[in-house]
């Protein structure tokens, strides 16, 4: 799914789409000339005339001619062959050609190439299968032998059909199918390109989280009631930025910068830091600094863009009662809020060693009460709705 993800963001979708619509009307502009020049024809015209630019052309000729007789009546008995030109410079199919006699006499004795039909003096011609499509600036040939009063050399002709054209006789065609397989060899390198820098993000996401681990659990380990703190401050923080609505990757981000907040506690002494009783003024101040020395060890941790921030403002309070800076509301940055809230569940959750944890209803009052005052409205509803929902689990 992550990998999806990478070859399918905003960004490429955008390409994508651009590179569909560009196709598409390349496709449309096709099947419309195809469609377009599909036309059927009809021409008349005579034997002699001037044919001036037509695109099919027809001529019988007389090859021989003879004496016959029907009965003892004397008549002509002629060879007539014909030829259909196709100049058109497309494919000609389902031709029909009426011949029409200068006189409505005689009859057909014989023909090729295709069938007849006699009326009066218009002779139809059904060409046969073989004769039937003739491909551009090419021709065919017919014939009939006709017996008859005289040998006529005088016709008219009508001659119909359809012109055929093909896909690929359009140079649009072939920019389809090359855009097509241009579209498909950058798709297939985009993807592969993406899918390694997605693996390589994996990798590198897991050295660092490892190597954050490494650091957080030896400051978690100071202190038995604070064991995996800052991983379940992290899980909390994700959670609340997901049910807020982030992307992914802030997600992550918030993550990170949730698991290292407390990291200036490497810096206080265990004698304070894990001090079971009540703490003196003095004490409180000194943990108090474990934020402003957060902040002083994250000042050089740029890769992780509000890492700095996060350790030093996240005992801030949204009213501005919380320290160190004691900012307020909006000038608090918003991983810092996240975190608050994700750590004080997180204290309220867990047992301490002057407390058990509080159970889920006061924890939810906890939240209510202190919305707008130590919480940032916003997040502490998204951390009632995490609880309400299940998401989030809290101790009985
Ligand atoms: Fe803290």
Redesign the pocket.
């Known amino acids: 799914m992550a990998y999806l993800r990478s070859i399918f963001n905003r960004k490429s979708i955008f390409w994508f789409v651009c590179a569909l619509v560009l196709w598409l009307a390349l496709f449309v502009d096709l099947v419309i000339s195809v469609r377009s020049e599909n036309s059927s024809f009809s021409y008349s015209f005579a034997g002699d005339s001037d044919r001036g630019s037509l695109p099919v052309d027809v001529s019988i000729n007389v090859s021989q001619s003879w004496d016959d007789y029907i009965g003892d009546v004397q008549i002509k008995g002629a060879e007539y062959d014909g030829t259909v030109v196709n100049g058109s410079g497309k494919e000609i199919r389902n031709w029909i050609l009426t011949i029409k006699l200068p006189e409505s006499d005689g009859q057909i004795d014989s023909s090729w190439n295709g069938t007849y039909e006699k009326t009066g003096n218009a002779i139809d011609y059904y060409p046969d299968k073989n004769v039937y499509v003739i491909e551009k600036d090419s021709f065919r040939t017919f014939g009939f032998i006709l017996k008859s009063a005289e040998v006529y050399n005088d016709f008219a002709f009508d001659i119909s059909g359809r012109y055929v054209t093909y896909k690929e006789d359009y140079p649009m065609y072939w920019a389809i199918v090359y855009i097509t397989i241009a579209y498909a060899v950058a798709f297939i390198m985009y993807a592969s390109m993406q899918i390694k820098m997605e693996m390589r993000r994996r990798s590198d996401d897991e050295i660092i989280r490892q190597t954050m681990m490494v650091f957080v659990n030896s400051i978690d380990a100071r202190d038995e009631y604070t064991k995996g703190h800052s991983v379940r401050v992290s899980e909390y923080s994700s959670a609340i930025a997901k049910e807020m609505g982030y992307s992914d990757d802030e997600v992550r981000k918030i993550g990170y910068i949730a698991l290292l907040?407390?990291c200036?506690?490497i810096m206080i002494p265990g004698s304070v830091l894990k001090k079971p009783g009540k703490l003196t003024e003095e004490e409180k101040r000194e943990i108090r600094q474990?934020?402003v020395m957060?902040g002083k060890m994250l000042e050089g941790f740029t890769s992780l863009e509000g890492a700095r921030e996060g350790?030093l403002y996240?005992?801030e309070y949204y009213n501005g009662e919380g320290y160190p800076e004691g900012l307020k509301g909006e000038q608090i940055p918003k991983p810092a809020r996240i975190i608050c809230v994700a750590?004080s569940f997180d204290a309220m959750n867990s047992d301490r060693c002057y407390r058990k944890h509080l159970g889920r209803e006061r924890i939810e009052a906890e939240l209510r009460n202190n919305k707008g005052i130590q919480f940032d409205p916003e997040v502490a509803e998204c951390m009632l709705r995490l609880i309400e929902t299940g998401k989030l689990h809290v101790m009985d």
């Open positions: 907040h407390d200036g506690k474990h934020t957060g350790a996240h005992h750590d």
